[in-house]
């Protein structure tokens, strides 16, 4: 034991040598921690107490889940905790997610693609109104190379109703209504510094889009919205000085839209071309490096700040939240799922590209069917050239409905979002072909956030195998019940856990002996 003499009676704090007590000792983040020699000279122990100065071989000052990730990300966004909740998109990432993370001082953002203008536009007002005044939310903003009009609307919903948060995702070049949501309002504040009135985190998964967003705006995209009127010539003079976002959200093996990489891979290699575009360009502050893909476990979270994150977006997981715009038999799909039941499938948004996205396997064959729509419009040009066996298979056994009727559906969906693809698709059999295929693959999703019964093995669920890992980890505790599952539960939870396996890998490199339940931190209902 070991005794700290006072003025009254003597305070004891125990010593921990054995590995038990070690673990115990370990978990108290919130305290300073002691190493000691034991009697012998060559065991390392801890106390977490008062203590002798002479015993002190080293002092760990407390860890808090706050201080995991950069100082200046929390300063910047004014929130607590250095932590996103993605934007699953079509509203799974709904408004009652954002408002909770807002609420709980860290980030959240609504998930607007997908979803035609006058539903992003009502929640655009809901958060608004709901959330006045604070500035740590946002609203996504998708490239959409197939409807850059609808691109272009939503950002300047998003700059008009002063959404101080903006995501950019699935960009693989700058386009006018990325580099407009970024410069618009851009002004110096009195000290001679760039203000934005809109911040962006850009999420990527490629070191060349990295680079893109790390870059001032090029020249030719800023002349010519000067030239549209859309900025003044102050704004592209400021833009051409900063980063298009100053927040870079590296995208590893996430659900969804994925390159698949490994974070632990791809993370060093767009920090460290972060440092090159900065010198470069001799930018006045920081530009931030965030984590995303693969974190479902505070194992994942702790390793993703130990490679240098500033922040952590979490996405895939928070689909069985209470908040989640999911049905419940989606919901439960995913609690069901383990690391290895995903595949990659095509992507409505980018069908014709060839772009694939990561999708929930188990349970579904959304993957299967949806390839084989993709097999077809690759091997043909007009739904008419179609093998009549293969077109009969594919109006049977993926869309059934035949052909003709899934036009006439996908006709009048056009007709209200956008009549100019009509047109379009009127002049040209291969585009027809591929707003048929696209119905299927749009459908999907939306029969998973319904819970259409009828086409459950239809279902379309991003997933990544970050979900199996958190379904193995919460199971056996409150979590393991979709109904315990809040945004800011999970949150706090997974911030928690980093914090706690963060402290033993400290202790670990000190020479401290540690079991393996000291790696180990069991989620509760409430963090």
């Known amino acids: 034991?070991?005794?700290?003499?006072?003025?009254?009676?003597?305070?004891?704090?125990?010593?921990?040598?054995?590995?038990?007590?070690?673990?115990?000792?370990?978990?108290?983040?919130?305290?300073?921690?002691?190493?000691?020699?034991?009697?012998?000279?060559?065991?390392?122990?801890?106390?977490?107490?008062?203590?002798?100065?002479?015993?002190?071989?080293?002092?760990?000052?407390?860890?808090?889940?706050?201080?995991?990730?950069?100082?200046?990300?929390?300063?910047?966004?004014?929130?607590?905790?250095?932590?996103?909740?993605?934007?699953?998109?079509?509203?799974?990432?709904?408004?009652?997610?954002?408002?909770?993370?807002?609420?709980?001082?860290?980030?959240?953002?609504?998930?607007?693609?997908?979803?035609?203008?006058?539903?992003?536009?009502?929640?655009?007002?809901?958060?608004?109104?709901?959330?006045?005044?604070?500035?740590?939310?946002?609203?996504?903003?998708?490239?959409?190379?197939?409807?850059?009009?609808?691109?272009?609307?939503?950002?300047?919903?998003?700059?008009?109703?002063?959404?101080?948060?903006?995501?950019?995702?699935?960009?693989?070049?700058?386009?006018?209504?990325?580099?407009?949501?970024?410069?618009?309002?851009?002004?110096?504040?009195?000290?001679?510094?760039?203000?934005?009135?809109?911040?962006?985190?850009?999420?990527?998964?490629?070191?060349?889009?990295?680079?893109?967003?790390?870059?001032?705006?090029?020249?030719?995209?800023?002349?010519?919205?000067?030239?549209?009127?859309?900025l003044t010539r102050e704004e592209a003079e400021l833009a051409a000085r900063v980063p298009v976002a100053e927040d870079i959200t590296v995208e590893a093996d996430s659900g969804g839209h994925t390159d698949n990489r490994p974070l632990s891979v791809l993370l060093p290699r767009i920090a460290a071309l972060r440092d090159e575009v900065c010198a470069r360009y001799g930018y006045r502050r920081p530009v931030r490096i965030g984590a995303a893909g693969g974190l479902g476990t505070p194992d994942a979270v702790a390793a993703a700040f130990a490679l240098g994150a500033s922040y952590v977006v979490v996405g895939s997981v928070n689909q069985t939240a209470v908040e989640a715009g999911l049905s419940d038999e989606a919901k439960a799909m995913l609690c069901d799922a383990d690391i290895a039941d995903v595949a990659m499938a095509p992507a409505a948004d980018m069908f014709e590209l060839g772009v694939k996205l990561q999708v929930l396997a188990r349970g579904t064959m959304f993957a299967q069917r949806a390839g084989r729509l993709h097999e077809a419009y690759r091997a043909y040009d007009a739904l008419e050239r179609i093998p009549p066996v293969q077109r009969a298979r594919l109006e049977r056994e993926v869309l059934r409905a035949s052909f003709d009727e899934v036009w006439q559906r996908t006709r009048a969906f056009w007709e209200r979002r956008d009549p100019s693809e009509i047109t379009r698709a009127e002049a040209d059999p291969k585009h027809k072909m591929a707003l048929v295929f696209r119905w299927y693959l749009g459908s999907s999703s939306r029969w998973a956030i319904d819970g259409e019964a009828s086409r459950r093995t239809d279902y379309q669920i991003w997933c990544g195998p970050s979900m199996g890992s958190f379904n193995r980890w919460v199971a056996g505790t409150p979590l393991a019940d979709p109904a315990n599952r809040s945004v800011v539960g999970i949150a706090l939870n997974l911030l928690e856990g980093a914090a706690v396996l963060t402290r033993a890998h400290q202790l670990r490199s000190h020479g401290v002996p540690l079991p393996p339940e000291a790696f180990a931190y069991a989620p509760c209902e409430a963090a």
């Open 1 to 230: 034991m070991s005794v700290l003499a006072a003025s009254g009676p003597s305070v004891v704090a125990p010593d921990a040598f054995t590995l038990d007590e070690i673990a115990a000792c370990a978990r108290r983040i919130r305290e300073p921690v002691h190493l000691v020699g034991g009697p012998d000279g060559r065991e390392l122990g801890l106390v977490c107490g008062p203590v002798p100065p002479d015993r002190v071989l080293a002092t760990l000052p407390p860890l808090y889940p706050e201080w995991l990730g950069g100082r200046t990300f929390c300063e910047a966004h004014g929130v607590r905790f250095p932590y996103v909740a993605g934007e699953m998109a079509n509203g799974i990432a709904t408004t009652a997610m954002v408002a909770a993370m807002a609420r709980a001082d860290m980030l959240g953002f609504f998930g607007a693609g997908g979803l035609a203008y006058p539903e992003v536009e009502r929640a655009v007002h809901t958060l608004v109104d709901e959330l006045g005044e604070r500035r740590n939310w946002g609203v996504n903003l998708i490239h959409s190379p197939a409807e850059p009009e609808l691109e272009s609307r939503v950002a300047e919903l998003l700059v008009r109703r002063g959404v101080p948060l903006v995501s950019a995702s699935a960009y693989m070049e700058l386009t006018p209504a990325v580099v407009w949501c970024s410069a618009r309002g851009l002004r110096r504040d009195a000290g001679g510094g760039v203000v934005r009135r809109t911040r962006m985190l850009a999420k990527v998964s490629r070191p060349e889009v990295a680079e893109r967003f790390l870059s001032p705006a090029p020249a030719g995209l800023l002349d010519s919205l000067v030239a549209q009127g859309r």
